[in-house]
């Protein structure tokens, strides 16, 4: 995989599509820890109730924030899933090598095997017809 592959136009798109929700989303998150910061200053006492109701909002746009990183990282998995197919087929291709190896291996040994156990008949049916028990 060290060979740089060129992507189809749609993929790229798709990609530079991603990235900027990830930009997006980061600075989203960014925003409101700044602002979640700014509410937790409280200058006097009637100030608490909006202070709590600021608050409260800065963490549901945070919570929003995170759903939105969730559901970009689900799209690129799902993304890196449905089309990385080269690696899915090196992967393929690797084990059908493994398993070829193998079977060729397997090949060998029943062969010897075979090659032994007919030279062993041979001698014992050699050594029983040439017996004058039989």
Do not use: W
Not at 68 to 73: E, F, I, R
Not at 81 to 96: G, K, M, T, W
């Amino acid at each position: 995989m060290a060979q740089q592959r060129a992507l189809p136009q749609s993929k790229e798109t798709l990609l530079q599509s991603y990235n900027k929700r990830l930009k997006d989303d980061i600075k989203s998150i960014m925003d409101n820890f700044t602002e979640i910061i700014k509410t937790a200053k409280i200058e006097d006492e009637t100030q608490v109730s909006r202070a709590t109701q600021g608050e409260q909002d800065n963490y549901e746009m945070h919570v929003r924030a995170g759903e939105s990183l969730m559901k970009l990282v689900s799209d690129l998995k799902q993304f890196l899933i449905l089309n990385d197919f080269p690696s899915v087929n090196e992967a393929i291709d690797q084990r059908n090598q493994q398993l070829r190896a193998l079977q060729e291996e397997c090949d060998r040994k029943l062969i010897t095997l075979r090659d032994e156990v007919s030279i062993d008949l041979y001698e014992l049916e050699e050594e029983y017809y040439s017996s004058r028990y039989k």
